[in-house]
């Protein structure tokens, strides 16, 4: 068996992005079980997430996140803005990183700290002291879990959120250069999604 983390982003994308996301989210979910592997959000799933992180499984773990990895565009007409032309909505999908190959990542650095699950979730949520919130000391970067149903778990998810803080914080010296990074990478890449959805279904285009 494989396994690896996709991280889906809205990037700098509008309220449709975020819907784009979560959308997805469900369409890979679906395109998963129907190949026999398993593909499962990890973090909490708001309705309009800007972005999460989603655990894929299993013998054909591999060939599901390479034919996934890129640019995903969505074809279809704003769920909140029916009268807006825009009709392209496009968001990333890209591999996060293995904390263990994070260089600035070391346990003896981060302090984990139990606290009680709160907020939304409904019966996802553990109402035990289960949620994990870890501080990495070198940094001050703060990374909470509380989806998972151990606290083992939660751990490592909370483990895995400050590599991708830190390997954000190493990739982009400022907000000014992450958004030129995002608007070159935009520019790139909106021309040739690896995957195209269209409509209220999030039918998948062949060939796109």
């Known amino acids: 068996m494989t396994e690896a983390i996709l991280h889906l982003t809205s990037g700098k994308g509008p309220e449709e992005c975020r819907w784009v996301v979560a959308r ?28 999460l992180l989603m655990r894929v499984s299993g013998d054909g773990a591999l060939a599901f996140v390479r034919e996934r990895t890129g640019t995903i565009l969505w074809v279809g007409e704003s769920p909140f803005r029916p009268r807006h032309k825009r009709r392209n909505w496009f968001v990333g999908v890209a591999l996060a990183p293995i904390a263990e190959d994070v260089p600035d990542l070391r346990d003896s650095d981060i302090d984990f ?16 002291d289960s949620a994990v919130r870890a501080t990495h000391r070198p940094t001050g970067l ?25 390997e954000e914080r190493r990739s982009g010296a400022s907000d000014e250069v992450r958004q030129e990074r995002w608007s070159a990478h935009q520019e790139l890449e909106r021309g040739n999604p690896v995957r195209t959805y269209t409509g209220p279904k999030f039918k998948l285009r062949k060939g796109g």
């Open 113 to 128: 700290q139990s606290m009680r699950a709160s907020g939304p979730g409904g019966q996802h949520v553990n109402k035990t």
């Open 142 to 166: 703060v990374a909470t879990a509380q989806e998972q149903r151990s606290q083992h778990a939660n751990r490592k998810l909370a483990k895995l959120k400050l590599a991708m803080l830190l």
């Open 24 to 51: 997805l989210a469900e369409a890979f979910a679906d395109e998963a079980a129907k190949i026999g592997v398993m593909c499962e959000a990890l973090d909490a799933q708001d309705d309009l997430p800007a972005s």
